[in-house]
Each structure stands twice: as structure tokens, then as C-alpha cells.
């Protein structure tokens, strides 16, 4: 029986699985052979962060592309089981590239699967993920699928469970994690510009609601000495 202090996603031979913090749980080969692999992961946008892609508690799945899900977990072991300069940085990128997929490949009863919902909303996803250093707006995002802003809000509330502005500086932060370990000489003024906020105190403000930190300290966490 394991006990895990953090959130886990484990795969064996096509199902998933999330445990949240606590769960006991055993696990037994139906038959041989038999290989489970696991990533798990913790920190304070964590729960939110799952629970935005409808995962609300522990729970089993069958994914639909397990390769893809095989290969990015096989990346995220791999990169820490070698441990070079600036693999937190690369391991918090595949983790999240891990829990979209997790969100785009997991089955689901509903008609239209996660996957189709996904690909349907990825032009803007695209565009966000171009764009992000520049001013977004929401007739930016609809003219992506030519459709009017207020079915565009209501398209990614069902798609990824989050208000569109509420992704963008979801994915600014995470740049911005990126930067503040890369270039440990950028003044926080830089970074503000670098990953499209307006203001250096708006940006800290949203830094640390999403990661309870201020970004100095969290540079000063991730630097090596």
C-alpha cells in the first residue's frame, strides 16, 4: 500500500489514474507482464490547476493516445533521473504539457470527447501561445474561430474550465517561471514586459496569487549556487 504526499498520475497499459494527497491505494497485476508509471507533482496551483480540467478528485480514465501520454511521462522521468542546470524549469514545462494532455486524451461519455473540444479551440490556444508578450483581447481570441467574444468565453469555460484571461496569465506565469530561472540578470521590469503584463505590480500581484510567492523570491529559490 502507498501513501503519497503530492498529487500523482500513473499509467498502466492505457488507464490512468490521479490520486490526490492521502489516498491509500494497492495495486495488483491482472496479468503479467505488468508496469506502472507515475509522475508526481505538488505546489500551490495544483489543485486549481486540476480542478480547471474537471479533476476534481482521485479518479481513473482510459486515455485514448496512450503513446503520447507514455512518451511525455518517459520524458519527465528521464529528465530527473539525470538532474542537469535547469531541469525544474524543463520539468515544470513537461508537467504542464503532461496535464493537457491528460485533459485532451482522457475518454470521456460525454458525445463530444475532450479531444475533439480541444482540437476545436486550438487555433486559439495557438494564438495565445504566440502572442502571449503582446495585448490580448477577447475579439483577438473569437476572430480566431470567427465567432463573437461572448461564445468564445463561453467555449473555452466548457473546453478547459477556466475564463480566457484567466489561461493567458496562467501561461504568462509560467514563461515568466522560465525566465526568472534562465536569465537571473533580467530586472523584474524586463520579465513584466517579456511576458505581456502592463505593469510590474499587476504582474507580481498575479504571480503571487497564482504561486504564493513573490518572483524574487521565487528566483532566489531556483538559483543555483
Known amino acids: 500500500m502507498l501513501e503519497i504526499e503530492g498529487r500523482t498520475i500513473s499509467l498502466s497499459k492505457g488507464q490512468g489514474m490521479i490520486l ?3 489516498i491509500p491505494h494497492r495495486y495488483f497485476p491482472i496479468m503479467e507482464p505488468w508496469t506502472v508509471q507515475w509522475v508526481e507533482f505538488n505546489g500551490n496551483f495544483a489543485a486549481p490547476f486540476l480542478q480547471s480540467l474537471d479533476f476534481h478528485e482521485s479518479t481513473v480514465f482510459f486515455i485514448t493516445k496512450p503513446e503520447i501520454f507514455q512518451a511525455r511521462i518517459n520524458e519527465i522521468n ?6 542537469k542546470h535547469g531541469s525544474s524549469y524543463d520539468g ?3 508537467l504542464y504539457g503532461l496535464l493537457l494532455d491528460l485533459f485532451r486524451y482522457h475518454s470521456s ?3 463530444r470527447s475532450n479531444h475533439e473540444q480541444y482540437e476545436h479551440l486550438k487555433p486559439v490556444i495557438d494564438f495565445i501561445e504566440n502572442h502571449f508578450d503582446q495585448p490580448i483581447t477577447l475579439q483577438n481570441l473569437a476572430n480566431q474561430l470567427a465567432v463573437t467574444p461572448h461564445y468564445m468565453c463561453v467555449l473555452f469555460q466548457q473546453t478547459i474550465g477556466a ?3 484567466e489561461y493567458i496569465n496562467r501561461f504568462r506565469i509560467q514563461r515568466a517561471k522560465e525566465y526568472l530561472q534562465q536569465f537571473p540578470e533580467w530586472e523584474i521590469q524586463t520579465i513584466t514586459r517579456k511576458v505581456g503584463f502592463e505593469s510590474p505590480s499587476y504582474f507580481i ?3 503571487k ?7 524574487n523570491d521565487f528566483r532566489k529559490m531556483h538559483t543555483i549556487r
Do not use: W
Not at 496569487?209 to 518572483?215: D, L, S, V, Y
Open 20 to 22: 490526490y494527497p492521502g
Open 78 to 83: 528521464h529528465l530527473f533521473s539525470i538532474r
Open 92 to 94: 515544470s514545462q513537461l
Open 109 to 111: 461519455s460525454d458525445t
Open 163 to 165: 475564463r480566457p484571461f
Open 205 to 207: 500581484k498575479v504571480f
Open 209 to 215: 496569487k497564482n504561486e504564493g510567492i513573490t518572483p
